[in-house]
C-alpha cells in the first residue's frame, strides 16, 4: 500500500547526486500524477522522490526534521543530500519545502511547478480532506503509540509553525498562490528557467522542457550514443562542405527535434494518478493501526494486573497459611 509500505531501499545516497528534475508544486497538487510522468518509459527518470518513498521509513522521517531545524546552509544540505541523492526527480514533500536548497544542491536540474487546474479552494478542500488531519491532536493522541506516526505528527506540525515565517501567512488557502510567488522568486534569483505545469497540459510542454534542459552529453547516453549527423544528412543537409556553423545549427536544431520526437509519445495517455481514495484508505489504516496498539497496551496492562493479583494473592494466603 502507497504511503504505509516502500519498495525501494531507503538509503540511495551511496550511489551520489543523480537528480535531474525539480518538482516544486504542493502536495495535493498532481504530484503524484507529475511523478507518473517522469518514472515512465518515455522519459526515464526513475526513481522519483515522493513522499510515499518518506512515510513508511522512520529513518527517513527523522532526516527530514532534522533538516528542518537546521540553521545552517551546509549542514542542512548535508543531510539533504542523505535524503535525495540516488533519486533522479522529485515532487511532492519533502521536495517541495527544501526546493530553494535542491536548486543551490543541483544547479542543473529544471524546476517544474505543478499547479491545480482549480485553484487554491479546491486544493485547500483537498489537503483538509488528505493531509491536515495529520496535524491534529485528536491524530497524535490515536497513534501516540505508533514511532512512525508520532514522526509524522511532528513532521507536519512543524512544518504547520513555519508557514508564515515562510510564506507571510498561516495555514490557508493562501498558501497555495504564495508558495508559487515564493518558487518563481527563488528561481529568478537563480536564473534558474520555471516552467509552470498543470496536469490538462499533458505531455507536450512537459517533455519538451526536458528535453530543451538536456546538455549534449546527456543526450547522446539517452539517445544509444548515436550522433546527430546521421539524421541531418538525412533530412538533406546540403554538403559536408558547408559552413561549419551552419552545420552544427542544423545538428543542435535536429538533437532538438529528435529529443521532442522521442520524448513526446504520440498515442500515450498521460498518467493521471487520483490519491484521493489512496489517503483515505490510509488514514482509515493509520487509524485502525492507532486504535489497535492503544487495545494492544490495555490488554497487556489488564492481564499483568490480574496476574500480579493472582500472585499476590496466593503469596497472601500462603503466608497466612504459614
Given at each position: 500500500?502507497?504511503?504505509?509500505?516502500?519498495?525501494?531501499?531507503?538509503?540511495?545516497?551511496?550511489?551520489?547526486?543523480?537528480?535531474?528534475?525539480?518538482g516544486?508544486?504542493l502536495?495535493?497538487?498532481?504530484?503524484?500524477?507529475?511523478?507518473?510522468?517522469?518514472?515512465?518509459?518515455?522519459?526515464?527518470?526513475?526513481?522519483?522522490?515522493?513522499?510515499?518513498?518518506?512515510?513508511?521509513?522512520?529513518?527517513?522521517?527523522?532526516?527530514?526534521?532534522e533538516a528542518?531545524?537546521?540553521?545552517?546552509?551546509?549542514?542542512?544540505?548535508?543531510?539533504?543530500?542523505?535524503?535525495?541523492?540516488?533519486?533522479?526527480?522529485?515532487?511532492?514533500?519533502?521536495?517541495?519545502?527544501?526546493?530553494?536548497?535542491?536548486?543551490?544542491?543541483?544547479?542543473?536540474?529544471?524546476?517544474?511547478?505543478?499547479?491545480?487546474?482549480?485553484?487554491?479552494?479546491?486544493?485547500w478542500?483537498?489537503?483538509?480532506?488528505?493531509?491536515?488531519?495529520?496535524?491534529?491532536?485528536?491524530?497524535?493522541?490515536?497513534?501516540?503509540?505508533?514511532?512512525?506516526?508520532?514522526?509524522?505528527?511532528?513532521?507536519?506540525?512543524?512544518?504547520?509553525?513555519?508557514?508564515p515565517?515562510?510564506?507571510?501567512?498561516?495555514?490557508?488557502?493562501?498558501?497555495?498562490?504564495?508558495?508559487?510567488?515564493?518558487?518563481?522568486?527563488?528561481?529568478?534569483?537563480?536564473?534558474?528557467?520555471?516552467?509552470?505545469?498543470?496536469?490538462?497540459?499533458?505531455?507536450?510542454?512537459?517533455?519538451?522542457?526536458?528535453?530543451?534542459?538536456?546538455?549534449?552529453?546527456?543526450?547522446?547516453?539517452?539517445?544509444?550514443?548515436?550522433?546527430?549527423?546521421?539524421?541531418?544528412?538525412?533530412?538533406?543537409?546540403?554538403?559536408?562542405?558547408?559552413?561549419?556553423?551552419?552545420?552544427?545549427?542544423?545538428?543542435?536544431?535536429?538533437?532538438?527535434?529528435?529529443?521532442?520526437?522521442?520524448?513526446?509519445?504520440p498515442?500515450?495517455?498521460?498518467?493521471?494518478?487520483?490519491?484521493?481514495?489512496?489517503?483515505?484508505?490510509?488514514?482509515?489504516?493509520?487509524?485502525?493501526?492507532?486504535?489497535?496498539?492503544?487495545v494492544?497496551?490495555l490488554?497487556?496492562l489488564?492481564?499483568?494486573?490480574?496476574?500480579?493479583?493472582?500472585w499476590?494473592?496466593?503469596?497472601?494466603?500462603?503466608?497466612?497459611?504459614?
Amino acid at each position: 500500500m502507497r504511503f504505509i509500505t516502500d519498495n525501494i531501499i531507503p538509503d540511495r545516497s551511496a550511489l551520489g547526486p543523480r537528480m535531474r528534475v525539480l518538482g516544486a508544486g504542493l502536495p495535493r497538487c498532481a504530484t503524484s500524477s507529475l511523478q507518473a510522468a517522469l518514472e515512465s518509459p518515455h522519459l526515464g527518470y526513475t526513481p522519483c522522490m515522493h513522499m510515499a518513498h518518506v512515510a513508511p521509513h522512520p529513518e527517513r522521517c527523522e532526516l527530514v526534521l532534522e533538516a528542518i531545524h537546521e540553521t545552517d546552509t551546509q549542514r542542512r544540505h548535508k543531510i539533504l543530500h542523505r535524503l535525495f541523492d540516488g533519486y533522479e526527480a522529485t515532487t511532492d514533500f519533502p521536495g517541495f519545502w527544501f526546493i530553494d536548497d535542491l536548486m543551490d544542491m543541483y544547479p542543473d536540474a529544471p524546476v517544474i511547478l505543478n499547479r491545480r487546474s482549480d485553484g487554491c479552494q479546491a486544493w485547500w478542500a483537498s489537503m483538509e480532506s488528505a493531509i491536515n488531519f495529520y496535524s491534529t491532536r485528536c491524530y497524535y493522541l490515536l497513534c501516540l503509540l505508533v514511532r512512525i506516526d508520532r514522526l509524522h505528527y511532528r513532521i507536519h506540525t512543524v512544518m504547520r509553525d513555519r508557514w508564515p515565517a515562510r510564506y507571510g501567512c498561516d495555514m490557508s488557502p493562501g498558501i497555495y498562490d504564495a508558495h508559487a510567488r515564493f518558487v518563481a522568486r527563488e528561481c529568478a534569483k537563480r536564473g534558474r528557467p520555471l516552467l509552470v505545469w498543470e496536469t490538462k497540459d499533458g505531455w507536450e510542454p512537459l517533455c519538451q522542457f526536458l528535453s530543451d534542459s538536456r546538455d549534449d552529453e546527456e543526450d547522446d547516453e539517452y539517445d544509444g550514443g548515436h550522433d546527430a549527423e546521421e539524421e541531418v544528412q538525412k533530412e538533406g543537409a546540403e554538403g559536408a562542405e558547408g559552413v561549419e556553423g551552419a552545420n552544427g545549427a542544423k545538428r543542435e536544431d535536429t538533437r532538438r527535434r529528435r529529443r521532442r520526437r522521442r520524448l513526446v509519445p504520440p498515442d500515450q495517455a498521460f498518467p493521471w494518478v487520483n490519491d484521493a481514495a489512496t489517503m483515505k484508505t490510509v488514514k482509515r489504516i493509520v487509524v485502525a493501526r492507532g486504535v489497535l496498539s492503544w487495545v494492544a497496551l490495555l490488554a497487556g496492562l489488564f492481564a499483568a494486573w490480574r496476574y500480579v493479583g493472582t500472585w499476590l494473592g496466593g503469596a497472601a494466603m500462603a503466608a497466612m497459611a504459614s
